[in-house]
């Protein structure tokens, strides 16, 4: 058979091709993009890419570097020395609104230029010169991307000769002591960063490498930490989509980041990443189709932050009741607060007389640290009941956590057909 | 044994102890409240309640009253009637200021002070009295609840004496059209809500009503449609938490709404509901010890909406090969869009030559309707390819959707031990 | 002869005819004005009134009332009691918008709605009911214009109709402790006082009692104190005619108020106060044809704040040189503080060897309190020098002031042509 | 005798001694200054000037120097061209906000710091080179100050190394199409402008040059045309005393412009220009001491814009009766609109068959176009009655106005006294 996967995502963009926005004019390199462009890609947790229209077209990132920019300045100085220097609270203005926080002048988010110049100059250590630093981030975006990222000199260029609201944002923090160094500099290594070429297979892989953690799904490449990646799918969420993100959130519910030559990038938490390309905005500077495309993922493939989960299924599997006289506690799905709160409870019922306890975890599907942490603390308790408590850990997910102090026996058992 | 999660939320009080804030004292019923209560409460998606501390003092709901008369006017007039009348951007404003959108003259959103008394009016049907408004509000909230709830009649004509500022925001929408009829009824009304008296465990359980999508854990009751329990808890998400929205959206991360009488409720989809009680609170209104609580439980128990799920394990159970003979595609696991692409996937990989093909699914914990259509695309598929396809389906789950249209078989097996 | 002041004022409408405003519509009562009327006043400082247009045409009073009800606040509880609760800074915003300080939650200014409706509750004592005190303010804006006003009860009705927005400022002045008692009277209040009906001879004469330092020019009533009106005056000037305050005063330069019924008051220090009514109003709400008239009477007769004197005369008449034998000094003019500057510096030049000295005040044509005390000092310190002085003073306006402590001799001539 | 101005302006410094504000510090430049300096100097129409204090001491123009540069713009281009590019609404916020009109992008006026960037650069040709452009400036405000100013180059390169602010104010305005040309120039220039050198002497000239109409009373020259002059003593009127310009009018109501060095400059029409100077600074940035000054020679001299005038004597002098059988009417004082009107209306009441007027204005003391309109409108009107009218004009002040084309005689009698 033949995944419906691209032909879905084929039938959206013809589905999605009304397009009554504009393409930006603010320099001639945009203004000439063909407005009838567009595409869409995806990207799954293990690194299928999905893609149906112009998805080998290149265009500009723009604005779609600020996330993953911010991304390395966290990495590279770690969350409290740039939350120092730049906040996270949403502005409710347009991109290139002066939004600094009266109390400690700083930019009020990373999202918005003026916090993006910021987070530009926050990239690598302190004393890199410009040259450096510019290089540096563009090989974290190509990172992010999991392929080395060309710039577009042409629109660099193009975009430098028209670079003042910059310049005054740019003055501002470096007035307001948020930024050292030369305000021109930190402008020219912002506008390079966003004159980095992409397709949206990168976009695709980019929001899943956030997505999954920080991991890129292409190359396995630890990009930045897990929190790293957490704080900016955070920060997303609030600030992505400018004036309109609260509208986003409730209509689309993916964590995105747009950019004014047309791209859409979104990620949504061990799910999905996506990236659209059509180059004609909307009043917030918004791809038009590349929003309808969103809502339609989001709509379609229940693709939101705030999808309720369908009931679970027992976490205790029925094939529970005995094995060979002993007390058998099968676990399946995935294992998180939620469903380890009710595994725990299921132990709470077994009496202390009922002698050994198997629990198998081989189904377990997915099993977080506090899921391990919670398994670990209800098998000792068991134990402390006086069962002698054999654990079935067919994949070895349980690690040694309990391994010496806890009095259960784990046993990992490479083939669990053969038990 | 006995559950360890009752003894954590104990731990957690204890530990988050030191109280800094200060008690509201803008009327004597608030300023009188013993500064050092303390509790916590989690509900669970089926119901069970773990509290700890204080948990049986009753306190006013005050604004946490907000999202769920802004549930109750979505529910009865529907979320495109009620963004005519108020937006969902943050504000970036404190509860009472005037945050109206320019050019609309709505409120930017229902959880500011301008933007629920807007709401409170939305509750029922235009005409009803104020009387009948009150009174379906107030029983709203103890569906949400599960209890009827009570109003606390000191503490609402205590603020009836000091209304002017609530009376000022809503004399600005009523001149500007927004709501109809007398401001001061709409403040009158508006201020009866917030006198509602709950306790912890009332939050927790509201919180995990919205949480699984508007179902009541304890009654069963469809409180609001799912749409709407998304819509709510998108805008808690952007908005809940006034000018410290986007901190607490990376640093805790689940959608949450505080009230001045010391109260947090905190709403995870699919996880928990919370609650949390502390009269002292910060310089921007939300209780200290509560939001010390809040980061606990995000942080120790990976309660956080940016939560990178763990790879999962296999979504093709390890047990496949053969069953007698045939093909044998075992599924486990939550299937949702990103699993069920890589079922598919595993299907696109079967030679039409192999003849029978048996997919069972017995083991997948849950299946949201993304993950049943795209399952039945895919069976449909393998069909078509010429397989002669059957579906073991012990829950009966994947229904019949595919029923009479495609060519394949679903066995519904009620014993899955004995197939 | 017949005058041409009046023939100025007609030529001056028929040239301001062309109105491409709007009348107002909010109710129908001022939407039904006719939109054709037009009509001017001018009033001198002896009362002497010209007119011209529609001038028997009645209208009400509206925002015209501000200055007077903030003279009459001023008169019955000091400037600086006042102050504490009314600034005196322009907000550059619209009549209607909601302008308090951050510091203080007063209002910037008592020419915008939120300040206005503060000043009318602080004309009389506090504990005024308010019947008591919107008769006070109507009775007080009669004493500006020389006659009982009454108010126009259909107006009044109507507008009471449409408070919302100001009952919301009032609610917020009230909720910051500016103003006490209840908002609703004082909106009722301050709604009754704009209703007062007016035409443009009232403002004419309203306006010269300002410009003549509190004394009304008809009644010769000292209706507030000179230190209230130059307060109102210079209120006036930097707030008077709203978001376009600067604009006005440098292409008109008379301190001016409009009102949303179409008139028009101005008043310039010692030269004119002047009315005018035309319904149709721009885009700031100030009547088009109005401000048309204004701005010609402002540059045709030179009636602007910051015209420039021409050169004076000397100061010192021609006629000087000797008086039967002794030194003669004739002053003449306008004696302030420039003019008594260069009759000192003339007093300097006498040499002590010179005898007798005698001044002659009779040409001087005003004589302020500073030229006053100037001339007796510079008198004073003639006679220190060893010189009789004589003073020829026949209108007696030297006073008494130096009559006992200085050496010179004050001669009150009756007819000066006799000397 | 002595005259007893500068005692007066002696004791006025002795009386504000106390100085409660701060020095400058944001350079060392400014921070070095000897806070304990103060000094006074007014300038009177006529070119006298009067000091107290340290009135040699040097200090840079700083702010100052805005409405000269300002009034240089104005000349060079005209007002309705600048007003294209600079406001001139107070913006009622500190001298270094971004304050741009939202509709228009222009800076709100031309005292706060990007107002007076752009105006800099309106000064002279559009093509005019930086060196070219900062040396007419600097000329200018020496043509102002009746010398050559010069440089402090120290505290130029010293305001150069933290220029970061306003380098962004201009980058802004550049962004806006407002300037042209190189933001970095631009404020280079402006800084040099701020640091030519004054002392309270030079202001007080400067500040006489503005209120006698653009005319240097020392060295008569024309600095400016009338109608700037006018233009920039509204614009110091309504935003020359930052955000607290409001209480500045109605307190001291002399135009005026403080500096960051600590003068303040004030200039009112027609009767004095002053200077001070004394270093420390209240929260707004004005000279503390200095303001003090202000309001003191505000209320003795009665030195206020809305000062009321007295009373005047009557127009019509008291010789009147008849003069060898004919009518006679002597005309006395400043002869503006008011004082023509009363004129007028006395010739009103001559009976048309009295035969021979004869009109004395020899005791005019000023008379100003409009008074001179005014007078020859109803001398032709007398004419035309069928009186022969004589008018004694020994000053030659009524030109020929009417000369052609009225039928009455104006006599210019060199020696009123033999006539």
Same mark, same amino acid.
């Given at each position: 058979m033949h995944s419906p996967v691209g032909e879905y995502l084929q039938q959206i963009l013809s589905e999605c091709a009304a397009d009554d926005g504009a393409v930006a004019d603010y320099i001639p390199e945009l203004a000439a993009a063909d407005p009838d462009h567009l595409a869409v890609a995806l990207c799954t947790p293990d690194g299928t890419l999905y893609s149906a229209g112009d998805a080998e077209r290149r265009f500009t990132i723009q604005s779609i570097s600020k996330p993953f920019a911010y991304a390395l300045a966290l990495r590279d100085h770690g969350i409290d020395a740039v939350l120092e220097k730049v906040g996270v609270e949403p502005s409710g203005d347009a991109f290139n609104e002066i939004s600094?926080? %009266?109390?400690?002048?700083?930019?009020?988010?990373?999202?918005i230029n003026i916090g993006a110049i910021t987070t530009h100059t926050l990239v690598g250590p302190a004393d890199l010169d410009e040259d450096a630093r510019t290089a540096r981030v563009i090989e974290g975006l190509g990172a992010f991307a999991g392929r080395e990222l060309a710039v577009d000199e042409d629109v660099f260029a193009s975009e430098m000769s028209e670079v003042w609201r910059n310049l005054a944002l740019a003055s501002l923090v470096r007035a307001n002591g948020i930024i050292s160094g030369s305000p021109e500099e930190a402008v020219r290594g912002y506008t390079r960063q966003c004159a980095a070429l992409v397709d949206v297979r990168d976009l695709a892989v980019m929001g899943m490498t956030l997505a999954r953690g920080g991991t890129n799904p292409l190359t396995g490449e630890q990009v930045v930490p897990e929190e790293v990646a957490r704080q900016v799918l955070s920060v997303m969420t609030s600030c992505g989509m400018y004036d309109a993100a609260g509208d986003w959130l409730s209509a689309v519910g993916i964590p995105a980041k747009s950019g004014v030559a047309g791209g859409i990038l979104g990620a949504l938490p061990g799910q999905v990443g996506a990236g659209t390309f059509s180059p004609r905005l909307d009043r917030f500077g918004n791809s038009v189709r590349g929003v309808r495309v969103f809502e339609r993922l989001s709509r379609d493939m229940n693709l939101h932050l705030m999808r309720i989960p369908e009931p679970?299924? %027992? /976490?205790? &599997? *029925?094939? %529970? *009741?005995?094995?060979r006289g002993r007390r058998l506690v099968v676990l399946q799905g995935a294992m998180d607060f939620a469903s380890a709160e009710m595994a725990l409870r299921h132990f709470e019922r077994i009496d202390p007389s009922e002698g050994d306890v198997v629990v198998d975890i081989?189904? /377990?599907?997915t099993l977080n640290d506090v899921g391990r942490r919670m398994l670990h603390e209800g098998l000792a308790r068991l134990a402390a009941d006086g069962h002698r408590v054999i654990v079935v850990d067919p994949h070895g997910r349980? &690690?040694?956590?309990g391994g010496g102090r806890v009095p259960y026996i784990a046993r990992v058992v490479p083939d669990r057909e053969g038990m």
């Amino acid at each position: 058979m033949h995944s419906p996967v691209g032909e879905y995502l084929q039938q959206i963009l013809s589905e999605c091709a009304a397009d009554d926005g504009a393409v930006a004019d603010y320099i001639p390199e945009l203004a000439a993009a063909d407005p009838d462009h567009l595409a869409v890609a995806l990207c799954t947790p293990d690194g299928t890419l999905y893609s149906a229209g112009d998805a080998e077209r290149r265009f500009t990132i723009q604005s779609i570097s600020k996330p993953f920019a911010y991304a390395l300045a966290l990495r590279d100085h770690g969350i409290d020395a740039v939350l120092e220097k730049v906040g996270v609270e949403p502005s409710g203005d347009a991109f290139n609104e002066i939004s600094l926080e %009266e109390r400690t002048g700083r930019p009020e988010n990373p999202m918005i230029n003026i916090g993006a110049i910021t987070t530009h100059t926050l990239v690598g250590p302190a004393d890199l010169d410009e040259d450096a630093r510019t290089a540096r981030v563009i090989e974290g975006l190509g990172a992010f991307a999991g392929r080395e990222l060309a710039v577009d000199e042409d629109v660099f260029a193009s975009e430098m000769s028209e670079v003042w609201r910059n310049l005054a944002l740019a003055s501002l923090v470096r007035a307001n002591g948020i930024i050292s160094g030369s305000p021109e500099e930190a402008v020219r290594g912002y506008t390079r960063q966003c004159a980095a070429l992409v397709d949206v297979r990168d976009l695709a892989v980019m929001g899943m490498t956030l997505a999954r953690g920080g991991t890129n799904p292409l190359t396995g490449e630890q990009v930045v930490p897990e929190e790293v990646a957490r704080q900016v799918l955070s920060v997303m969420t609030s600030c992505g989509m400018y004036d309109a993100a609260g509208d986003w959130l409730s209509a689309v519910g993916i964590p995105a980041k747009s950019g004014v030559a047309g791209g859409i990038l979104g990620a949504l938490p061990g799910q999905v990443g996506a990236g659209t390309f059509s180059p004609r905005l909307d009043r917030f500077g918004n791809s038009v189709r590349g929003v309808r495309v969103f809502e339609r993922l989001s709509r379609d493939m229940n693709l939101h932050l705030m999808r309720i989960p369908e009931p679970s299924l %027992e /976490v205790i &599997g *029925r094939r %529970e *009741r005995t094995l060979r006289g002993r007390r058998l506690v099968v676990l399946q799905g995935a294992m998180d607060f939620a469903s380890a709160e009710m595994a725990l409870r299921h132990f709470e019922r077994i009496d202390p007389s009922e002698g050994d306890v198997v629990v198998d975890i081989g189904m /377990v599907s997915t099993l977080n640290d506090v899921g391990r942490r919670m398994l670990h603390e209800g098998l000792a308790r068991l134990a402390a009941d006086g069962h002698r408590v054999i654990v079935v850990d067919p994949h070895g997910r349980l &690690g040694d956590l309990g391994g010496g102090r806890v009095p259960y026996i784990a046993r990992v058992v490479p083939d669990r057909e053969g038990m």
